[in-house]
């Protein structure tokens, strides 16, 4: 009981969906987020690509991989998330 009130006092966390770029790295993965936005002066569409560092605890995700990412509190200097759920995976070679 304790834990469903402490999680609703927190509050909602930030989530992304966005593709593995890298897994080379143990327990991390680099994810690519593509955000599109309209340019308040020029009203043309903008693609602004981030990289997010974020912890894969199983070391499952692979290259090319959609995964629903989570915030989540500092686990290294640039670690701030962890992958949530991998919602597709990328086809095998």
């Avoid at 605890?57 to 200097?77: A, H, Q």
Wanted: some cysteine.
């Amino acid at each position: 009981m304790e834990a469903e009130q402490q999680a609703t006092e927190r509050g909602q966390r930030k989530t992304r969906v966005g593709h593995v770029v890298s897994n080379q790295m143990e327990k991390t993965v680099v994810v690519a987020v593509i955000r599109r936005y309209m340019h308040p002066k020029y009203k043309k569409y903008v693609k602004e690509r981030l990289k997010y560092k974020v912890h894969d605890e199983t070391n499952d995700c692979g290259i090319g991989d959609k995964v629903l990412i989570e915030e989540t509190r500092p686990m290294s200097r640039h670690k701030r998330w962890r992958v949530k759920q991998i919602i597709e995976r990328a086809p095998a070679v």
